[in-house]
């Protein structure tokens, strides 16, 4: 039994959050994602998911999650450096390395995981890290559990960032913090400045690619990809479980940098190897990325399809350059709304609150995926005209 005391304490918080509009609840789902899932005994239209290129679904994907499964089990039954290392990682590992033209790669059972473990892992007391201030949670909980100073420099700013470069003790470690594609706003980080900024001032630069994996650049390869910035970005890290289709996270580098991480990092030492069907599926879902770059081109043309309709009604999307697209409301409560009505309408697209973005810049979220039919985008056009109106955001 609980005692009283912290439970009404916990119902009081609660309910001051309710008075707010930033109670989370789950939405479930109760069919696979897609670009139609049922939800509430209907079908919806979903433009929430970051399976942009509806790899979760794909027949050999799963194929191979249900084969390694077969061969290799449930689970890997310790963490990777005890006995959880098996062929799926191995393989998978490899396979992202080459893909990201890194020597080596090491992989996480999570994106949250990765980010948390690695930057305490690459800079700690006495070291100055600096990092956007729109970058994701986990980046900003991974700045938080390491003993560096930690700064914030406003959102893609770089002559801030140079003015925090230029201001700190000579010689200093530092190390500069962003998204690739930033994951509540869709555009992207200025990667050449930063990387300029970085060189010029000896500090090394550590971009999180979760959703740019898979979606920039020529072949897939990301942000640095899409800037033409390959190979001169030291420390990459993605996430498996958005354009993969799966679970997990890797970070792509140097392979003294990958040998030096497997033996400090503490997400990645102290926890159980994901389970050997999301290694299959991801290495899978790469080799059905890069044999299929027409789910690249079906993405991008049904990005541009909903963009420019959103725009066309009125929509203010920030400066969205990529499948993420958020339409701008300002007040949690309108924004839940907009949502609910969106819903009604058979379409849905999450609000997004604080404190996953800012106060005041509560928005709803639009994904595209390669999935989606130009019927899909016009049905939801029509849905957004109507929502919309309906709280008079158009
Ligand atoms: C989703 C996301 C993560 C977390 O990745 P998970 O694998 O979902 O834990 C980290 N960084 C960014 C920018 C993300 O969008």
Same mark, same amino acid.
């Given at each position: ?6 439970v ?5 918080? /609660?309910?001051?959050?309710a008075a707010?509009?930033l %109670?989370?609840?789950?939405t479930?789902?109760?069919s696979g994602v ?6 509430a ?22 194929q191979?999650a249900i084969?390694a499964?077969?061969?290799f089990g449930?689970?890997a039954?310790?963490?990777? $450096?005890?006995?959880?290392s ?7 590992e490899?396979?992202? &390395? ?10 996480f059972?999570?994106g949250?995981?990765a980010n ?12 100055l890290?600096?990092a956007?201030?729109?970058c994701?949670a986990? #980046?900003i909980d991974?700045c938080?559990?390491?003993a560096?100073? /930690?700064?914030i420099?406003r959102?893609n700013?770089t002559?801030?960032l140079?003015s925090? $470069?230029?201001?700190r003790r000579r010689a200093?470690?530092?190390l500069?913090?962003t998204?690739?594609?930033f994951?509540?706003d869709?555009d992207l980080a200025p ?5 300029r900024?970085?060189q010029d ?7 999180d690619d979760?959703?740019?994996t898979?979606?920039?650049g020529p072949?897939?390869?990301?942000t640095?990809?899409h800037f033409?910035l ?6 990459q890290?993605? %996430?498996?479980?958005k354009?993969?289709?799966s679970?997990?996270a890797y970070?792509a ?5 990958i040998?030096? $991480?497997?033996?400090t990092?503490?997400s ?10 999301s ?6 879902a #790469?080799?059905?990325m ?8 079906? $993405?991008?043309?049904?990005r ?6 959103l725009?066309?009604l009125? /929509?203010?999307?920030?400066?969205s350059?990529s499948p993420i697209m958020?339409?701008?409301?300002g ?5 839940? %709304?907009f949502a609910?009505?969106l819903?009604?309408e058979?379409?849905y ?9 800012p106060d005041?810049?509560s ?5 595209? %995926?390669?999935?989606?039919?130009p019927?899909h985008?016009?049905? &939801?056009?029509?849905a /957004?005209?109507?929502?919309g109106?309906?709280?008079?955001l158009i």
């Amino acid at each position: 039994m609980f005692k009283v005391g912290p439970v009404h304490m916990f119902e009081k918080r /609660f309910n001051e959050l309710a008075a707010r509009h930033l %109670t989370r609840r789950l939405t479930p789902l109760h069919s696979g994602v897609g670009p139609v899932v049922e939800m509430a005994g209907r079908h919806i239209l979903l433009l929430a998911s970051n399976d942009y290129l509806g790899l979760a679904m794909h027949p050999e994907v799963i194929q191979s999650a249900i084969e390694a499964t077969q061969r290799f089990g449930a689970g890997a039954g310790a963490a990777r $450096l005890i006995s959880g290392s098996l062929p799926p990682h191995q393989e998978l590992e490899s396979a992202l &390395a080459q893909f990201k033209g890194t020597e080596a790669a090491l992989t996480f059972s999570s994106g949250y995981l990765a980010n948390i473990g690695t930057i305490p892992a690459l800079i700690g007391l006495g070291g100055l890290i600096l990092a956007d201030r729109l970058c994701h949670a986990s #980046l900003i909980d991974g700045c938080r559990l390491s003993a560096a100073d /930690f700064r914030i420099y406003r959102h893609n700013d770089t002559s801030h960032l140079q003015s925090l $470069l230029a201001k700190r003790r000579r010689a200093r470690r530092t190390l500069i913090v962003t998204d690739g594609l930033f994951s509540m706003d869709g555009d992207l980080a200025p990667l050449p400045e930063l990387s300029r900024l970085a060189q010029d001032y000896e500090a090394d630069l550590y971009i999180d690619d979760a959703h740019g994996t898979g979606v920039m650049g020529p072949h897939g390869r990301g942000t640095a990809e899409h800037f033409g910035l390959d190979t001169q970005i030291p420390f990459q890290m993605g %996430t498996l479980g958005k354009a993969f289709g799966s679970s997990g996270a890797y970070l792509a580098g140097p392979s003294t940098l990958i040998r030096y $991480l497997m033996s400090t990092n503490r997400s990645f030492i102290f926890t159980t190897a994901p389970p050997p069907s999301s290694a299959a599926a991801v290495a899978t879902a #790469l080799r059905v990325m890069q044999r299929e770059p027409e789910r690249r081109a079906r $993405l991008w043309a049904n990005r541009e399809r909903l963009f420019s309709g959103l725009t066309q009604l009125g /929509f203010s999307l920030s400066h969205s350059v990529s499948p993420i697209m958020p339409i701008l409301v300002g007040n949690a409560e309108t924004a839940l %709304t907009f949502a609910e009505n969106l819903f009604a309408e058979g379409v849905y697209a999450p609000a997004i609150r604080p404190p996953t973005v800012p106060d005041a810049t509560s928005r709803i979220r639009v994904t595209v %995926t390669s999935e989606h039919t130009p019927s899909h985008i016009d049905h &939801a056009l029509t849905a /957004f005209q109507r929502a919309g109106q309906s709280v008079g955001l158009i």
